[in-house]
């Protein structure tokens, strides 16, 4: 069941704030999220795993909500390495098992 | 951090013919990888897991016979796209999980392009 990420598209100016929003319609074990520029693989920015939690790097941070149904991804004070398309890839039943990516969020930094 | 390569990163090939890619976990050992196929602008879509020294696991609708998933030793997997056709022209990327590691890294991907 593919997760649902929202908003389809982001356009921003350096140094603004940016939300990325990961929603399941059941339980997630876990939410991945990975940054891909274009022609690339994608990249690992980060897991969460616990309901509730929030953890970040830098000016990039995520949280996971309690029912573990829902991941926000945060970019801070946004810079132009930021462009690219955001996915979040979800596990169902437990620790290194499938991932199912979401469709992808593009995300433009204009200078 | 983990690297996981990929061979070749672009391919050029006619119709009907094979062509085979390579992954590679370059430090660390990988008794799982997986292999997904991302169309422009789409999605990754995972095609199989190759588990190591046993049969690889294929998602619905991907074809056993047509992608052929080779797991020779703990650091290679092998993708084998046979009698490829036009439709099959995407973007092959994989990833493994070092030990003790929950989040996948991915290989730099290898781009196919059917004539």
């Known amino acids: 069941q593919q997760p649902v990420q929202s908003p389809q598209a982001v356009i921003l100016r350096e140094g603004e704030d940016a939300v990325i929003n990961c929603s399941s319609s059941?339980?997630?074990?876990?939410v991945h999220w990975y940054r891909q520029k274009h022609g690339e693989a994608p990249v690992f920015l980060m897991i969460l795993l616990k309901g509730g939690e929030q953890k970040g790097h830098e000016k990039i941070s995520a949280s996971f909500n309690e029912k573990k149904q829902q991941s926000s991804l945060y970019l801070t004070a946004s810079q132009l390495s930021y462009s690219g398309t955001y996915f979040c890839?979800?596990?169902?039943?437990?620790?290194?098992?499938?991932?199912?990516f979401g469709k992808g969020i593009t995300l433009s930094v204009r200078p | 951090g983990a690297v996981v390569s990929q061979h070749p990163s672009w391919v050029i090939c006619k119709s009907g013919t094979s062509v085979k890619i390579e992954c590679r976990s370059l430090d660390f050992q990988a008794t799982t990888m997986f292999w997904y196929r991302q169309f422009p602008k789409q999605s990754l879509m995972l095609m199989a897991t190759?588990?190591?020294?046993?049969?690889?696991?294929?998602e619905q609708g991907v074809e056993k016979d047509k992608f052929l998933i080779n797991h020779a030793s703990l650091t290679l997997s092998t993708l084998t796209v046979t009698s490829a056709h036009p439709e099959d022209s995407s973007f092959y990327i994989c990833s493994a999980n070092p030990p003790g590691h929950y989040e996948q890294y991915f290989g730099p991907g290898t781009r196919l392009t059917v004539t």
């Open positions: 190759s588990n190591e020294g046993s049969k690889a696991t294929y």
């Open positions: 059941k339980a997630l074990y876990s």
């Open positions: 890839g979800t596990e169902y039943t437990g620790a290194n098992s499938k991932l199912t």
